[in-house]
């Protein structure tokens, strides 16, 4: 598995996580398998960081908003949203990279032109 589809699996544990908390690990559990964790700790480091961080994320996010609020966003956004804030906070990765990925995967999940406000955004945080 390579690390584009480990954001891929990362989002959806994130999603399921605002949609229906749970224990973090549970759902990497169930999302990811167990070759996969071991191999690919980064992403398991970005999902905890994504959902332990949500409160400061969202208010970021907020900030960088014009007329609107991170809670009014769609499930989906602010999964990217937040991994590619936690991206951000482990500094392991390019921001120009983290920003493309993230684009990427709202231009396959979310609706219509989603990607231009995850572009924007990340772009300005």
Known sequence: MNRRQNREKAMVCVYQY?????D???????????AEIQEDSYMMDVIHQAIDNRER???YIDNV????K???????????LLLGCAEFDLKQIEMNVIIDEYV?????YCDGDSYKLINGVLDKI
């Not at 990427?104 to 396959?108: D, G, N, V």
């Open 18 to 22: 605002l949609i229906f908390p749970r």
């Open 24 to 34: 973090e690990k549970d759902l990497i559990n169930d999302n990811f398998e167990q």
């Open 57 to 59: 994320y969202a208010g």
């Open 65 to 68: 908003l014009d007329d609107w």
């Open 70 to 80: 991170f809670d009014r966003l769609g499930a989906v956004e602010q999964a990217l």
């Open 104 to 108: 990427r995967l709202a231009k396959t």
